[in-house]
């Protein structure tokens, strides 16, 4: 069988596949095409991935040919109309927002696999493809705070006096907020963190950071982790906790989101408004709405002297090790699809492949999405 590498577009530096994954491949008994300057944006050039065994194709021959379609993002709706019906795509198909991307697939009958439906489970970690870019956010939002904070991280005692560190609130204690509390830890600076779901707050106190609770949160096993919408009653109680841990913050980074919903909101324009002159907020939910009042995605504004940066793509800022990770992950979950004589064995008995399929034989099959858009 043949797998095609598709080249993102220009916004995105990733690629979903590095010259360094081609062996592994290899050894599925697949093929390897990629399209021409897939990966020149994750500084990957033609002749690596020629020399590790892959062919270098056009985009063209890779959506006529391909019997495996993968990509960080998914394809544009001329290419998806390109793909025959025999193919599988696999991508990160975001279908809880991308609901005409589903149309598309299901139009031309083709089976889709997406990387961000992958069950939370023990078995899932290595495939996780939403941890793995959630890592790589916390950890550049950290050093853009640092770049843009006027003032040092860590204590300085010096002679001419003693500098006090940054004091950073984190608003979300997934792996994005974990990622970020660590970062921040090893910079010198005081870290404080609110998450709803009490059962992170031993991982926030294990970092180095101070969790900070608020009484009555509602929390839902069944929702395999993720935070779920809160009471009003609460979110008043919320929302004056984190004003007045904010405006004492130097810095404020965003994280918290709720899957198929507008991102909650956290921070007001008053209490953006209140903050200390040079502050700086970053928010990573900015493409699902942000958690500030005042976030306006992949652009920097400033309030009273306050940086809001709205950036929900800071994977794509580190296109090596991301797309190393995001390759490894999308490798773990072929194995799953592919049997030992290199053909594919889509088993919806397998609790992975029947949570990550999306669309198969022109339905959307995959129940969680079913269920969340039909609310």
């Known amino acids: 069988m043949k797998i095609g590498v598709l080249k993102e577009n220009e916004a995105e530096n990733r690629v979903s596949i590095l010259p360094e994954h ?6 599925l008994k697949l093929e390897v095409l990629v399209e021409r300057d897939a990966g020149s944006s994750a500084y990957a050039g033609n002749s690596e991935y020629e020399n590790a065994g892959a062919v270098i194709a056009s985009r063209e021959d890779i959506l006529g040919t391909a019997d495996i379609i993968v990509s960080v993002n998914p394809p544009a709706e001329k290419d998806i109309k390109k793909i025959p019906s025999s193919a599988i795509l696999v991508s990160t198909l975001n279908p809880l927002v991308m609901s005409d991307t589903i149309n598309l697939l299901n139009a031309a009958k083709i089976s889709s696999f997406s990387l961000d439906l992958i069950p939370r489970i023990t078995r899932g970690q290595s495939m996780d493809v939403l941890s793995s870019m959630a890592s790589v956010a916390g950890y550049r939002a950290v050093l853009d705070a640092a770049r843009f904070l006027p003032r040092f991280f860590p204590m300085f005692m010096t002679a001419a006096g003693t500098i006090k560190p940054a004091k950073v609130l984190i608003l979300g204690a ?71 841990h904010a405006v004492k913050s130097d810095i404020v980074i965003c994280t918290a989101q709720i899957p198929g919903r507008k991102a909650p909101l956290l921070i007001s324009k008053t209490t953006v408004e209140n903050m200390k002159p040079g502050s700086v907020i970053i928010d990573l939910a900015a493409s699902s709405g942000g958690n500030c009042e005042v976030t306006q995605n992949d652009k920097t504004i400033e309030i009273n002297q306050v940086k809001v940066i709205g950036e929900s793509n ?53 129940e969680r999405v079913k269920s969340i858009l039909n609310k």
């Open 22 to 27: 081609i062996s592994k491949l290899s050894k």
């Open 174 to 244: 997934g792996v994005a907020g974990l990622q970020a509390v660590a970062t921040a830890r090893k910079l010198g600076a005081v870290v404080e963190v609110f998450d709803v779901r009490s059962a992170v707050k031993e991982e926030v106190k294990s970092l180095g950071g101070k969790f900070i609770e608020v009484e009555g949160a509602t929390e839902d096993r069944a929702a395999g982790g993720y935070a779920v919408e809160q009471s009003e009653e609460f979110k008043k109680k919320q929302a004056e906790m984190i004003q007045d």
């Open 314 to 366: 800071y994977p794509s800022t580190m296109p090596s090790d991301a797309s190393k990770m995001y390759g490894t992950n999308l490798i773990n979950l072929l194995t799953l699809l592919i049997n030992s004589e290199g053909e594919l064995n889509i088993n919806f008995e397998d609790e992975i492949i029947a949570g990550t399929c999306l669309t198969h034989k022109g339905d959307l099959v995959n």
